[in-house]
């Protein structure tokens, strides 16, 4: 039977994690490319580190309520959890990505985009960097809930997981975007990429998460 400690954690932590997605898809793919269109380059870096910092701050606050829920709760309700932020993630991703694709009149099956993104290794470090993105916590989590004499050090791993997407973005896709704004040149490739990975990244997270779920 579900308590009511369950209940109203489990859909603090939701909440939460619903908002960060959103914010974090909107700064970083439609805001952060509609300003650089207009030509609004200081600005589209300006607001997205400012937007960042918001949906970093409010989603730190999910480690802590995690590591709460995992200790008063079983390991049956930390899947339901775990498995129904992975779904919310890529639903509302899916949702946002699918309205900037047509707002950019972008088509997320276009092959000639695939064909050149399928050649790089950036690609597959996009998507593996957002399969686990937002979702380290509750993987870690449940991994020290299974386990518990090595759940302590487990837990550490949340940053050293989390820097592969700072590799990615930092050192492969940003210097990438960074010099076809410089020469002038088109970015749709690039815009491409941030939405597919994002996508694809979740869609196999989801599928993860939910074999860990039946097989452990």
Not at 42 to 54: E, K, V
Not at 141 to 167: C, E, M, R
Not at 200 to 209: Q, Y
């Amino acid at each position: 039977m579900l308590n009511v400690n369950f209940i109203i954690l489990f859909f603090l932590i939701i909440s939460l994690q619903a908002f960060t997605v959103y914010l974090d898809n909107r700064c970083n793919i439609f805001d952060f490319f509609i300003k650089i269109k207009r030509g609004k380059i200081a600005t589209a870096y300006t607001n997205r580190g400012i937007y960042l910092t918001i949906s970093r701050a409010i989603f730190f606050i999910v480690p802590p309520l995690l590591g709460y829920f995992t200790i008063r709760e079983g390991i049956y309700e930390l899947k339901i959890l775990m498995f129904f932020a992975s779904l919310l993630t890529v639903i509302i991703t899916t949702i946002q990505c699918k309205n900037y694709l047509i707002f950019f009149k972008l088509d997320f099956f276009n092959l000639e985009f695939y064909t050149a993104l399928i050649k790089k290794i950036d690609f597959y470090i996009g998507i593996f960097a957002f399969i686990l993105f937002l979702m380290t916590p509750y993987l870690l989590n449940y991994l020290a809930k299974i386990f518990p004499d090595d759940g302590l050090w487990i837990v550490q791993l949340n940053p050293f997981l989390n820097s592969i997407l700072i590799l990615y973005v930092i050192w492969i896709f940003e210097p990438k975007l960074a010099n076809k704004i410089d020469t002038k040149e088109k970015y749709f490739l690039e815009l491409y990429e941030a939405i597919s990975v994002r996508i694809i990244g979740r869609i196999f997270g989801l599928i993860m998460i939910s074999l860990l779920i039946i097989y452990t």
